[in-house]
């Protein structure tokens, strides 16, 4: 399946990646004026690719599952996005070995989800078997199968943590950004971090990719561009899909506090006799002015929840701050689409999956408030 995006100068473009009687295809197109445009040409490149090539209708689970991965998904994720695919594909390989995909019925199949169940979440488990869902769709297309042995499955994962509790209320929410506020500094970078998190909802790795290019400081506006893997690479790496490429406004405080940042900064790379080519927000003192993994930033948030009393049971990570900072917007009666784009989430209807119990409550609220407007009718 071919990579249908727009490119900097604003045309369309493919790229196909296909292995091919075990060998690599690659072919890249740009200049086109239009999506469907790109995408017509796609399928014409990729039907000539495949001409006259054997498809091989014994290859089994395993091997087509890793040949769909290179070719639809390889490279066009973050490492820690592909190495879910690839944690599946070690699975799919430890179950049903070197079996043809053709064999594979829905009861060995669920049998397989069952196994994976015992001890994963439901999350973690529909995630699973949405890739093998979509790989088995792309097997039919292509005349392997001819039955989507995914479908009906039955998801008996744990129930895992509540919604509930991923999530700050709103007072945990305000004292949290108050001690962040206090102890932040250069030397608590992970502060600040905490601190961008709150007041935009970004995931980790897209604050780490923050560069002081990315914000417009007059006009109170914070581009995401790309994100940082502060794991592995140590340089930046595509955002996690196409609609995480966004613009978000940002409050008065939040600038205040990003000018505090760059003139503490600025001061410690002068007497350092430092510059930092990537142009960083969060570069840390520490570990040769690296950014501040995950765990580090993780450590701090649980102090500052201490700090503030929240129980153990109460407290969220990193990524919490991200439900916690839509969890805010949405109880104050801010539209969804609104939300659903400042996250930046593909489509409303994952924001509406995430937060259902949430619109619940405002529904509950407006219902009340509607009711006592028609009574005074």
Not at 329 to 355: A, E, F, M, Q, W
Request: positive net charge.
């Amino acid at each position: 399946m071919a990579s249908i995006f727009k490119t900097s100068k604003g045309l369309w473009a493919y790229r196909i990646h296909k292995i091919i009687n075990g060998k690599e295809v690659s072919k890249y197109k740009t200049g086109f004026k239009s999506k469907n445009e790109a995408k017509n040409s796609a399928v014409m490149m990729e039907n000539s690719i495949l001409k006259g090539a054997q498809v091989n209708n014994n290859i089994s689970f395993a091997n087509y599952y890793y040949r769909w991965f290179c070719d639809t998904k390889k490279g066009q994720y973050t490492v820690k996005s592909e190495n879910a695919y690839l944690n599946v594909y070690h699975r799919i390989v430890n179950y049903f070995g070197s079996k043809p995909l053709n064999k594979i019925t829905h009861r060995e199949y669920q049998a397989f989800i069952n196994e994976y169940s015992k001890d994963h979440a439901k999350e973690t488990v529909r995630k699973l078997n949405s890739f093998c869902h979509a790989m088995v769709m792309e097997a039919i297309n292509e005349k392997i199968i001819y039955t989507d042995f995914v479908y009906g499955t039955k998801n008996n994962g744990n129930d895992g943590k509540r919604d509930s509790l991923k999530y700050l209320n709103e007072q945990d929410f305000i004292n949290l950004k108050q001690v962040a506020l206090k102890q932040a500094s250069f030397k608590h970078i992970s502060d600040y971090m905490i601190l961008v998190a709150c007041y935009t909802g970004l995931r980790y790795e897209e604050v780490c990719g923050l560069t002081w290019q990315a914000i417009d400081f007059k006009n109170k506006i914070l581009s995401v561009e790309r994100a940082y893997d502060y794991a592995i690479s140590k340089q930046f790496i595509k955002l996690k899909a196409a609609s995480s490429n966004r613009k978000i406004a940002i409050p008065d405080e939040l600038i205040t506090i990003l000018k505090k940042l760059r003139r503490e900064q600025s001061e410690y790379y002068l007497q350092h006799n430092y510059r930092d080519d990537m142009n960083l927000l969060f570069r840390s003192i520490y570990n040769h002015l690296a950014v501040p993994t995950n765990a580090a930033a993780n450590k701090e948030l649980r102090k500052l929840q201490d700090e503030i009393h929240i129980p153990k049971a109460n407290q969220i990570t990193f990524h919490g701050l991200r439900h916690t900072h839509a969890s805010y917007l949405i109880s104050h009666n801010i539209p969804i689409s609104y939300v659903s784009k400042r996250l930046g989430h593909k489509d409303i209807s994952i924001t509406l999956k995430v937060y259902t119990h949430l619109l619940n409550e405002v529904e509950q609220r407006n219902a009340q408030q509607a009711m006592l407007l028609l009574n005074e009718l």
